[in-house]
């Protein structure tokens, strides 16, 4: 496996090509409907449970993985109300779902993304539709870390009819009761259970099979979204149901089509569907100013400053609407929530909802707020509790990932027939990464063990240096104080003298200490990671010995 000096590029192609594969095969497949037989759409995927085995198998994760929920409370008494929300083992649904599996049994929250891209960057028409996955188990923080290969992608939906695209996730069903050996080695009885999709406003639509228009997650129809409350819930029964019934516009589901979540076990696709911090609170398709290809970094800036600048334009009322918003759209992005920021958030939506009928007055907007992405925000506050807090679902990280895995594999590709290339290439990195991984591992336990003999390091600065010379250099008046403190506490009790005694104490037995200027020391079983290794350099003033 010593591949890392060779030169040649195909040798080193061959050399990947050996290693064992993280997440499975991709595999290739025809789709066509009944009423086209003639027309094929390519799909490329792999096998959901290899990429949940890779994840959960990856020694990286050994320390992180989390196996069984829990709640966390604020003050003494541990009820509801003091309930706090933030990573995904603290939420409604892992508490919920893991009584209904058997007894001993790891619930493993599957978190699924899609989301269309451009493949070419300045002209062209190539698209891609990437599906990723990963895992609740993984900490929220580890899961955003493009490095940490917390997330895989394991399809490429054909991008030639995405009106069709809820056909193509019929062959990914999630299967129950699987033994996965853990990074650690210990083998567990895991239950993969979809939890989790996160995806923008039409593709929500799309893979509930909702009416665009409409609510992906309530019974509101469309002239009904201003209202201030949701409506009844949609469910798994009520969507099906629909979808028997003949082409009836009437209704808010566009059917016709078994969706690939029919029988998922413990799953509610309406309750997976998540907020959308990047769409829905920050992205405006037509916004306050003709800006083009506006990333949304651009937008949270644009937010920062959107109330001053509205200042003197717009009515009192205005602007008492929009602060509701901006301070809506700050609470949801907290990292950690209780019932005290959630009543927060929901206050900030009744003021909102208590004065936008100022923009209709001012025909700003539709005779009715009936927009799909104010209503979503009724949602956020149940979505926290159920699923934890925005940051464990929120697109804008997984459409980082469409650097790392769509089109830098797009630019390693001759153009043609593109796909298969784009597979292989995604494989490769995987395997590259994967033993890169492995030898840094060796690597940084050959250099812990080294590290446990001598756990300590201290560079010798100045041999000998005069206690008062101590006391100037480090602007310590107090030093030779202390030092007698300390040395007297060292002592029997009856020995021992107080701080006015110790002033009264002429010279110390001694007039030069040794001085060290840096220290390292590395703690016990911990890999090579700089932030796990305290450093303390102490400031010094330069003395010149006389």
């Not at 009192?316 to 929009?322: F, L, T």
């Not at 597979?423 to 490769?428: A, D, E, K, N, P």
């Not at 390292?520 to 006389?546: G, H, M, Q, W």
Request: glycine residues 6%; proline residues 5%; charged residues 20%.
């Amino acid at each position: 496996m010593a591949c890392g000096g060779n030169k040649d590029i195909l040798s080193n192609l061959s050399c990947a090509s050996v290693c064992a594969k993280r997440c499975g095969n991709w595999w290739t497949k025809q789709l066509s409907f009944h009423d086209k037989p003639g027309e094929h759409f390519t799909v490329y995927h792999r096998d959901p449970v290899e990429a949940i085995k890779a994840l959960w198998g990856d020694p990286a994760f050994a320390e992180h993985l989390v196996y069984k929920p829990g709640k966390l409370f604020c003050g003494a008494e541990q009820t509801e109300n003091n309930c706090i929300y933030s990573e995904m083992w603290t939420t409604g649904f892992w508490n919920a779902v893991q009584h209904a599996i058997p007894v001993g049994g790891t619930v493993c929250p599957v978190i699924i993304a899609s989301d269309k891209t451009n493949l070419t960057r300045f002209s062209g028409n190539k698209s891609a539709y990437p599906v990723y996955l990963t895992i609740g188990n993984l900490p929220k923080a580890l899961r955003r870390k493009p490095s940490a290969r917390a997330r895989v992608i394991i399809a490429y939906l054909s991008v030639d009819k995405p009106n069709k695209q809820g056909l193509t996730k019929k062959d990914l069903k999630l299967q129950m009761g699987i033994e996965m050996v853990g990074g650690n080695g210990n083998v567990r009885k895991v239950y993969p259970l979809l939890c989790t999709y996160v995806a923008d406003y039409p593709e929500q639509c799309l893979v509930t099979c909702t009416k665009y228009g409409t609510c992906p997650k309530c019974q509101r129809k469309a002239n009904d979204l201003g209202l201030a409350s949701a409506g009844d819930s949609q469910t798994v029964l009520w969507t099906l149901e629909i979808m028997k019934e003949a082409h009836d516009t009437s209704h808010n589901v566009a059917g016709g089509i078994e969706p690939f979540w029919k029988d998922f076990p413990l799953t509610d696709i309406h309750d997976c569907i998540t907020p959308d911090i990047l769409h829905q609170l920050h992205h405006f398709k037509k916004g306050i100013a003709d800006f083009s290809q506006v990333t949304g970094t651009e937008h949270k800036h644009t937010a920062c400053i959107l109330l001053a600048s509205l200042t003197g334009k717009v009515d009192q009322r205005g602007i008492v609407a929009c602060k509701a918003l901006l301070n809506f759209i700050h609470l949801a992005q907290y990292p950690s929530h209780d019932e005290d920021t959630l009543g927060y958030m929901d206050l900030e939506l009744n003021v909102w909802h208590k004065n936008k009928a100022y923009f209709v007055e001012q025909q700003t907007t539709k005779d009715q707020i009936n927009i799909p992405k104010f209503h979503s925000l009724l949602h956020y506050v149940n979505s926290i509790k159920w699923l934890g807090t925005t940051d464990n679902y929120n697109t804008e990280a997984f459409e980082c990932f469409h650097i790392d895995m769509v089109k830098e594999a797009w630019d390693a590709t001759n153009k043609r027939d593109h796909f298969p290339q784009m597979t292989q290439w995604l494989s490769r990195q995987e395997k590259i990464l994967s033993f890169d991984f492995y030898r840094n591992w060796i690597d940084s336990t050959s250099t812990n063990q080294g590290a446990q003999k001598n756990d300590i390091t201290l560079k010798l600065d100045v041999a000998k240096l005069g206690l008062n010379a101590i006391a100037n250099s480090h602007n310590a008046p107090g030093f030779i104080l202390a030092l007698k403190l300390y040395i007297s506490s060292l002592l029997p009790k009856e020995g021992q003298v107080t701080k006015a005694e110790a002033l009264s104490i002429g010279c110390l037995p001694f007039t030069l200490l040794n001085v060290w200027h840096h220290s390292k020391f590395t703690p016990v079983n911990l890999f090579d990671d700089a932030s796990d290794v305290p450093k303390e350099i102490p400031y010094s003033a330069s003395v010149k010995r006389k």
